[in-house]
């Protein structure tokens, strides 16, 4: 019982939490859009399932609160498919309909007759809320915070490994990374570990001068911060946390929110980049995570958070700032998974207005559900792999053949 309690506490409603804000802010989006275009709105719900509560506010909007806290809806007026972009033969019926019950003048109010820009607003302002909270997060723990970071310092050169054979040494200290300059050796990690077979150029200061170096990293066991065991790039080089190594850099308004910015636009320069060498063969997709996997890390979080917490005030303001960073960083994720181009997502609704515009007549109702088919397929194709992906990482499968070897 205390282990199905702690599993509860530390796995499932963080999960839940962090998954449900990400989500509705995500649907927020497109509500306040179709708010500011004059677009009608029938319902807005926080949650799935029955509802604990619902209420109609002046506008007509009835707001509910679900009873399954995993993220939200927004439905607009006239919405009885999951496009949002119906056909002529649709757009006709609805017509009718609309004028006969509410008069000419109401089709101004409908979503499916407003201008293509309008519509594109809308469809775009679900990733696009996604990616102002990331930035509002970003930016609000920079300049609450700031941000500490520790010098690339070198403690050991691993030996018969690509940073060996390069010439590295103890004690350089890493100032560039391909032209980029290095403030933290948390960067250079990251520009390793997916850059398998890939040279790096690198800058480092030794004994007052500067060496240019040349390594290429190889696939090996890379551990995370929670304590996984990934198979990522390496160079085989150990970095040294010595204390005149750490600062921490104070922002002021402006330069926080340019920094969340940047942050935000590294994590999808980060998310392109790999999706790409996958593509090509050159990274294996075991990096790509989904429910569960996302369970597990904000699970293994809260349990982080909960042994390096000497108190119970301590805690709660390390989980909250865990929380927050972690909801930042997977709302950039969900922001621009919903920016590809595939029917069903966002992106796809802006392919179909895109072709709209272009042809001066919506897509065809069969065109369009051949689409959503193939859009409904990968979709769920890519959730079954990421959730293939987690079961092995938990390592399931290990656990079932144990029972009955």
């Known amino acids: 019982m205390l282990g199905l309690l702690a599993n509860l506490l530390f796995y499932i409603i963080p999960f839940l939490l962090i998954v449900g804000v990400v989500v509705t802010i995500h649907e927020f989006g497109h509500f306040l859009a179709g708010k500011a275009v004059g677009a009608k709105i029938d319902q807005f719900s926080i949650g799935f399932g029955k509802p604990i509560a619902h209420w109609v506010d002046r506008s007509g909007v009835e707001w509910r609160l679900g009873w399954l806290p995993i993220g939200g809806f927004v439905r607009f007026a006239g919405d009885d498919n999951a496009a949002s972009v119906p056909d002529t033969d649709d757009l006709d019926a609805l017509r009718r309909e609309v004028v006969t019950r509410e008069g000419e003048a109401a089709l101004s109010q409908y979503h499916q007759f407003k201008p293509i820009w309008q519509r594109a607003i809308i469809s775009a302002a679900g990733p696009v809320a996604n990616f102002v909270l990331s930035i509002a997060i970003f930016a609000g723990v ?169 108190d119970i005030p301590t805690f709660a303001i390390n ?54 088919r193939v859009g409904l397929a990968l979709v769920l194709g890519l959730m079954l792999f990421a959730t293939w992906n987690d079961l092995q990482r938990l390592r399931v499968f290990n656990f079932i053949g144990g029972l009955f070897s």
């Open 142 to 310: 920079l300049l609450a915070l700031g941000e500490p970071i520790a010098a690339a310092r070198i403690a050991a050169v691993v030996p018969n490994k690509p940073a060996a054979r390069a010439g590295f040494q103890s004690g350089d200290l890493i100032v560039q990374v391909d032209g980029r300059p290095v403030r933290s050796f948390d960067t250079v990690k990251q520009l390793i570990i997916l850059r398998t077979g890939v040279p790096i150029n690198f800058v480092v200061e030794r004994g007052g001068r500067q060496v240019l170096l040349t390594a290429t990293p190889v696939r090996g066991p890379v551990t995370d911060a929670v304590g996984h065991v990934h198979q990522l790039g390496t160079v085989g080089i150990q970095f040294a946390d010595l204390p005149q190594d750490r600062k921490v850099i104070r922002y002021g308004p402006v330069e926080a929110l340019g920094a969340g910015v940047v942050k935000t636009a590294d994590v999808v320069q980060t998310t392109v980049y790999y999706i790409g060498r996958m593509i090509t063969g050159r990274e294996t997709a075991e990096q790509i995570s989904g429910p569960l996997g996302m369970a597990q890390i904000s699970g293994d979080l809260a349990k982080q958070t909960a042994d390096l917490s000497k």
């Open 319 to 372: 989980a909250l700032l865990t929380a927050l960073l972690l909801v930042a960083n997977i709302s950039v994720g969900i922001g621009f998974l919903n920016l590809m181009p595939i029917p069903v997502l966002d992106g796809g609704h802006l392919l179909f207005y895109a072709y709209e515009a272009v042809a001066r007549r919506p897509l065809a109702a069969k065109v369009q559900a051949a689409g959503y």
